[in-house]
């Protein structure tokens, strides 16, 4: 059996793009959690009706380029901008800041670890191990005490804006969703899109109800580790697979484990220096995925057997999201000062000015 291929295997992918454990232990009032599972629908709707038409390895550089081969071009290099960091800066943020594991062991976990899932998506053993960690967080993250919940019902801060900043990054996590593309599964199994993103959220609400030991706060860890093997894996096989460059198997884990590496000087500052380019190029590619994937819908046959309210409610949809991701940009520019306005410029700036100078097409 295919095990990259298998139900269990995608239904395994899909749903460790959304941390369903990260999402329960963030303990978030009802009033952040129901208002960020409806501003986020609108992407999970997006991910399925693209899943439905094709699912192969590249992605949303697939859906982009068959509208415009420069602004697929664009997507694909702010994509690869953002993922490549995080897949490097979350493992210091797993080793460091969730473990909280002293200096000594968490410095050789930040080599061994890209060593690890490196090897784990090279053989192809990744999708199964995603299986394995995904079963893990949906247990761990159901309510009950011996597992290490406690009752205790959230709040929100007195200040307006407290509120929006935590929809807002509580959204990001289910900003992964958008990974599954890359899953390379079969179209008839689009409904794992689903059934992923009412599960986590549902964990999530839920979440606010119960608040997570110490113990259970260091095993959501399973969560992040799940995201980077998911986001390491998209990468791969948008290179290896949609791209064909072959080289691959020795590229990204030569600089993946460099990287991480390197971080070990001050795996803080790293940290610092790292995420706002990512988030930037997070944003960006984004909305381009979904300012298109209307037009994108149209031209692929989606909306043929389907009435015209369905097409005018996917516009609806395609709207929303790239509104949401205008304003991710526009709150990471405005939160930015310094240096770090300047990588913010450079990480919406460089793939823009890649795409259109070298547009390129996928290999398959």
Known sequence: MDLTKSRLAIF????????????????????????TVFLTLPLALIVYAYVNTYWGPDGLFHYTRVVSTRLGSIQLYSWLLSYFLYIVYTVDYVDYMVLKLPNSVANALTIILPILFSTLVVIELSYLTLFI??????????????????????????????????????SLLIVCI???????????????????????????????FFKASFILSQLTSLGYVGLIIAEYTALYNLLHHGLGIRRIRLMIPALVILLDAVSLINYNEFYNITIVPSVAALYLTLLISFSVSWIYLSRSGFFNKRRGVM?????MLSIVSSLIMVYGIYTVLAQSSGVALYEVIAALVIPIA???????????
């Open 12 to 35: 395994g992918f899909s749903l460790s793009t959304t941390a369903p454990l990260v999402l329960a232990s963030l303990h978030e009032s009802i009033l952040v959690t129901l208002p």
């Open 311 to 315: 097409k005018f409610t996917y516009l």
């Open 133 to 170: 960690l995904s079963v893990a967080q949906i247990i761990l993250a159901l309510p009950i005490p011996q597992l290490g919940w406690i009752e205790s019902i959230a709040t929100v801060g007195p200040a307006p804006h407290y509120l929006f900043t935590n929809i807002l990054s509580s």
């Open 178 to 208: 958008t990974l599954i593309p890359y899953a390379n599964g079969y179209t008839s199994l689009s409904k794992y899109v689903l059934y992923a993103f009412v599960s986590s959220s549902v964990l999530m609400i839920i979440g606010g």
């Open 354 to 364: 890649l795409g259109l100078m070298l547009p390129l097409r996928a290999h398959n």
